[in-house]
């Protein structure tokens, strides 16, 4: 019941955004038979181009068309790259969705010891120390981490050519290899977040009265971080979860274009600087879905370990 | 202040204010013209005459820094002032009026915070084009969402604070408690907030540039000059290296003092070290109580199984002396010993027991020696607790010493099964159990708690259980070791007085059983008075007075404990006020009905939860009305629906005369964010009283409820409990009603408190010739402050 009411509400977020995303688009003002031909056509060209490509229709109508056209698996036609949008998809989805995981799995590794360990030892000299690198790693915009990770382990310690990227259908092992740079550079800011908000969140916890009783039945510190707040700082953290997977999808659409990876994000920028629209139009529906499926995942995960109160 | 010498602070402004004085400087004069192309400089190290070096063009990345930093923070500020005021207002408004407005803006705003913001920008650039203009609208709209978010919530807390409540009741507008008595409660968390989208709108216009989506060359911007200079990397890293810079740099300060404001910074004390300090200091001052006497385990049998000794505590302040709230205290437990502390709160009584199990707050500390004694088959021991360091006294806690403490609600851990919470307390020892003679044991231990459905228990979370139930189960717990010393710290306080009696016989019962000896810590007397052999009565951090339970209660030596059982007994106030013979009805209420829940079903009088059934009032003029119930029976729906704050759901109400209401914390009924004389104004500001006028009739008003005249310049924040609850009486007093209705006026205070707010009250009942209706749960306070009494 629970489950078959998130799907339904799901389903229709996804509706709305693909609603929406079409009529972004659809009152440009420029329009895209005007794109196709350029600034030389005469009105009379364009008139016939528009009839021809259905942009005369209502918008009602042509949302229909569009949204049939995605369900058959046809999501357009890149006026870029003059090929249809799904093959440019099938070649690169595979290669922003690694890059995307491995930054996921960076972040999980290095955030919750991390965090425990600051509040652990709050108000130490470590975890003053820490908290100022933390702020700090959160203040670098990614692109130029990502630049001094490729001076500083690319060129300087030779441990990736950066540029050199190779995507997955050339070889598993080489891509991941290679995008655990990226990866990096993603993570490092969001792991600064999420320690950040782990931190505050263990030590919110660490001021209720639950944490006296646990310690009057003689139980260690760490005992009472892992068992005791942990689980209640997670529970708290359902929102901030969502906020750091749509934080990894917006750190590779520029991160990408730093290391030259060939993926979705770079895919999105150079089709919005050529006013591609199909592309950009199909792009945004992915993502959102993405998003939309990935925050009701771990919403549903999460709800379920403290689903209690 | 602390916090603007911090550290954090102190970087975050010097950070900020290198870049503020790069742009200010940029705006006013470039050493070099930005974009001026040189191709005899090209890709210059930095000199003295070009101190960022030069670019690939030969331009002056100096120059150029200066500009696109300046472009930055113009694109910053405008998206702040753009969402904020937007942002701002829509969250305001969904968040004071709810509804279905408040659905739809939420929903809209929450899908768009989970989409990533710059795939968001990149939608919008791709339908408005690139360019500065753009990237501000783009940034602006985007930051709309986040603001309204934030403002709604905040809002959503203060809605149902009693001081809105308050506000409503005297008569101020909606657009007025929004704006004038809300808002400026969120100033803090709005500027946090601002500072955050500041940051994220300068961050995502540099990556917008370095994509080549956001500000156009040739003007320049730090996001532009990483992503041109990216490609001479090795050839002239200061092109990228600067930029990054001073871009990080901005939006570090930024983060840094706004962390100052939102308590996210680290830079609190570290609270082992500050233990260390204090205690340091504790033994400067008095030296003699070094722990001189401390002997090992096994030297010369005592009778007590606790001992306490020169026990001082202290707490951390804001300045370098430690506040002391108990100076040497020393008392014995004997075996089987139920030992009594009695004193108001601040006396040192809590944290005295606190610090035997070594579990005071962060910021407190002690010295002296604290000692328990016992003998079981191993033989004899005597720990030596002072001394113990945190592992060792792991082993003891909960083992040896077990403690039930005041607020049961919040002493279970609320996302734990009551299985795994008791059976933590099984740890101790050697001995390994299974699964099944875990069980065993705690379905055992909460039988003998009178808790029957064990198995049910067992697998609930605490919020499944009531108050009553959830202290069986924490002393259930505490006995599960069979300790040598039980420590209660106000165990029966947060319950009702039925329960409260279950729960002390259930603890004179226990303790018979095992002859466990009782700490027993109360600020009620006649609890203490039933339960110990043997009190200590606190004052001030000092014991003033110590023997027999019988004769200390019969005959108080000292002057304090003789003030404590006046104060506990109260003078008879119902006999000094004036109330007038058959005077006509003021009050009637008939046939009231009162329910919440959501309506379900066709017969919405059975399907909600009910609060009032069929009441009905008469309250005559003059009288002192008095309401005694339990929590939780309905007792301040009635006072909110007989003040016009609820609408009854059926029943007729007939009320001749004007309503004022005092409620019972005076902590939330009175806007934190103002002064006591903005607040005693306030019912007249609404009446549009002129501004003299006022002033008068509040200075009189605060002589009228005895306090000096000097506080009236202070914040509300400043007061105490008691002098709070004067100004929250004077407030109600301000718009003149004939009726006051008190929600609890005195539980939230301490006894000797309690008293001086009873006899204002007593005497502005004859002074303005009032009709109070007092609501209560306190049936020892009813009885000799009203003139009628209902018992619900």
């Known amino acids: 019941m629970k489950a078959a009411r998130k799907i339904l509400s799901m389903a229709a977020a996804v509706v709305v955004l693909s609603f929406a995303t079409f009529m972004a688009f659809a009152i440009l003002p420029g329009d895209a ?180 009783t646990a310690r009057s039945k003689g139980l260690g510190e760490w005992e009472i971080i892992g068992k005791h707040l942990l689980p209640n700082a997670l529970a708290a953290s359902v929102t901030f979860l ?28 150079v089709c919005v600087a050529n006013r591609d629209f199909d592309v950009v139009q199909a792009l945004v529906l992915y993502i959102g879905i993405i998003v939309i499926v990935l925050n009701g995942v771990i919403e549903t995960l999460v709800q379920k370990g403290g689903d209690n109160e | 202040m602390k916090k603007y010498r911090s550290f954090n602070f102190i970087c975050g402004g010097v950070f900020l204010g290198l870049t503020v004085l790069l742009v200010l400087w940029g705006m006013i004069h470039t050493p070099y013209d930005p974009t001026a192309i040189n191709a005899a400089l090209k890709n210059h190290a930095p000199t003295l005459a070009h101190p960022f070096g030069t670019d690939q063009l030969g331009r002056d990345v100096l120059s150029r820094v200066m500009i696109g930093a300046g472009t930055s923070f113009l694109i910053g500020a405008a998206t702040i002032v753009i969402g904020g005021i937007v942002g701002t207002l829509i969250g305001a408004l969904a968040g004071f009026f709810g509804g279905l407005f408040d659905t739809i803006v939420m929903r809209i705003n929450d899908s ?67 704006f004038v008595h ?71 300060g930024v983060t840094l003092i706004s962390d100052v404001y939102s308590g996210n910074s680290a830079d609190t004390e570290d609270p082992v070290k500050a233990r260390r300090k204090i205690r340091r200091i504790l033994h400067e001052r008095y030296p003699e109580t070094d722990g001189s006497d401390s002997k090992g385990e096994g030297s010369g049998k005592e009778d007590a199984v606790l001992t306490v000794k020169d026990l001082r505590i202290a707490f951390a302040t804001d300045t370098n002396e430690p506040n002391e709230v108990v100076h040497g205290i020393s008392f014995q437990l004997k075996p089987g010993e139920k030992l009594g502390i009695v004193g108001e709160s601040g006396s040192g009584k809590s944290v005295t027991a606190l610090s035997v199990m070594h579990l005071l707050p962060e910021k407190g500390a002690a010295i002296g020696d604290i000692s328990v004694t016992y003998e079981d088959e191993a033989g004899y ?16 806690r909960g083992a040896e010493i077990a403690m039930v403490f005041q607020e049961p609600m919040s002493s279970l851990n609320p996302s734990m099964k009551i299985r795994r919470q008791m059976a933590e307390m099984l740890t101790h020892g050697e001995q390994k159990r299974t699964r099944e003679e875990i069980k065993a044991r705690l379905t055992e231990a909460l039988l003998e708690v009178d808790l029957q459905d064990t198995d049910r228990i067992l697998a609930s979370y605490p919020s499944k259980l009531s108050g009553g139930q959830r202290q069986r189960i924490m002393i259930a717990m505490a006995m599960l070791n069979h300790p040598k010393v039980l420590i209660c710290d106000e165990p029966t306080t947060a319950l009702d007085a039925e329960t409260q009696e279950q729960i002390l016989a259930l603890l004179e019962r226990l303790q018979k059983k095992y002859q466990t000896a009782i700490l027993f810590i109360s600020h009620d007397l006649s609890i203490v008075k039933r339960l ?17 339970a019988d004769e200390i209660f019969e005959h108080p030596k ?113 806007n934190p964010s103002k002064s006591v004389l903005w607040l005693l104004e306030e019912p007249l500001r609404i009446r549009k009283v002129p501004k003299e006028e006022r002033i008068a009739k509040a200075k009189e008003m605060l002589l009228a409820i005895g306090l000096p005249e000097d506080y009236g310049e202070r914040k509300i924040t400043e007061l105490s409990g008691g002098q709070r609850q004067r100004v929250a009486i004077g407030m109600a007093l301000m718009s003149q009603p004939e009726i006051l209705v008190l929600d609890e006026p005195v539980s939230a205070l301490d006894v000797t408190v309690q008293e001086q707010i009873l006899a204002l009250l007593a005497q502005l009942h004859d002074r303005y010739h009032l009709t109070y209706i007092f609501i209560t749960h306190d049936r020892a306070v009813m009885n000799r402050f009203a003139t009628n009494v209902e018992i619900w």
């Open chain 1, 33 to 212: 038979a005007q794109t196709k031909l350029g600034t030389e056509a005469t009105p009379e060209q364009v008139e016939a181009l528009r009839e021809e490509m259905g942009l005369n229709d209502n918008v009602f109508v042509r949302y229909g068309r569009w949204i049939g056209g995605v369900l058959h698996g046809n999501l357009g036609t890149s006026s870029r790259f003059n090929c249809p949008v799904s093959d440019l998809f099938r070649q690169m989805l595979p290669n922003t969705l690694l890059l995307a995981g491995l930054a996921f799995v960076i972040i999980l590794v290095l955030s919750f010891p991390l965090g425990m360990l600051y509040a652990r030892y709050p108000g130490s000299i470590g975890d003053r120390a820490g908290v100022f690198a933390n702020q700090t790693f959160m203040a670098i915009p990614g692109f130029f981490l990502g630049i001094i990770i490729s001076v500083v382990l690319g060129i300087g310690l030779k441990l990736f050519i950066p540029g050199a990227f190779v995507s997955y259908d050339e070889g598993l092992g080489p891509c991941l290899s290679y995008l655990f740079f990226p990866a990096l550079s993603i993570a490092i800011p969001k792991v600064a977040m999420t320690v950040r908000f782990l931190r505050s969140a263990l030590l919110t916890e660490k001021q209720k009265e639950y944490v006296r």
């Open chain 1, 242 to 269: 969502g906020v750091i997977v749509s934080e990894i999808v917006a750190g590779s659409i520029v991160i990408e274009q730093v290391f030259g990876v060939n993926g979705l994000g770079r895919l999105l920028v």
């Open chain 2, 112 to 178: 768009l915070l989970a989409f990533p913001g710059i795939l968001l920008a990149l939608v919008l650039v791709c339908i408005f084009g690139t360019g500065e203009k753009n990237v501000i609208l783009a940034l602006g709209i985007l930051f709309i969402p986040s603001i309204a978010r934030v403002v709604r919530s905040e809002i959503k807390k203060q809605v149902p604070m009693d001081y809105v409540a308050n506000a409503k009741l005297l008569g101020a507008g909606k657009m007025r408690i929004l």
């Open chain 2, 182 to 252: 809300i808002l400026p409660n969120i100033r803090a968390t709005l500027l946090v907030t601002m500072a955050v989208g500041f940051n994220n709108a300068v961050l995502a216009e540099a990556g917008l540039s370095y994509l080549g989506l956001g500000v156009q060359p040739p003007k320049a911007s730090l996001g532009r000059m990483l992503s041109e200079g990216q490609s001479y990397l090795r050839l002239s890293p200061w092109t990228v290296l600067f930029p990054g810079l001073v871009l990080a740099l901005c939006v570090l």
């Open chain 2, 381 to 396: 021991h005597k720990v030596d607790m002072s001394h113990y360091n945190a592992k060792e006294m792991q082993r003891y």
């Open chain 2, 532 to 548: 110990c052999d043997r009190v200590m009565v606190f004052h001030n951090g000092l014991v003033v007075e110590e023997g027999k």
């Open chain 2, 558 to 670: 000292e002057a304090y404990m003789k003030q404590l059982i006046a104060a506990s007994e109260g003078a008879n106030y119902a006999k000094g006020m004036e109330v007038p013979k058959d005077s006509e009805e003021i009050v009637k209420v008939s046939h009231l009905h009162m329910a919440f829940g959501r309506l379900r079903g066709r017969k919405p009088l059975n399907y909600r939860t009910k609060v009032l059934e069929n009441y009905n009032l008469t309250v005559r003029r003059g009288e002192v009305y008095g309401i005694v119930g339990r929590s939780g029976s309905g007792k301040s729906t009635l006072a909110k629906c007989l003040c016009g704050l609820l609408r009854p759901l059926v029943g007729t109400m007939e009320i001749k005369g004007k309503v004022g209401m005092v409620f019972q914390d005076p902590y939330g009924s009175l």
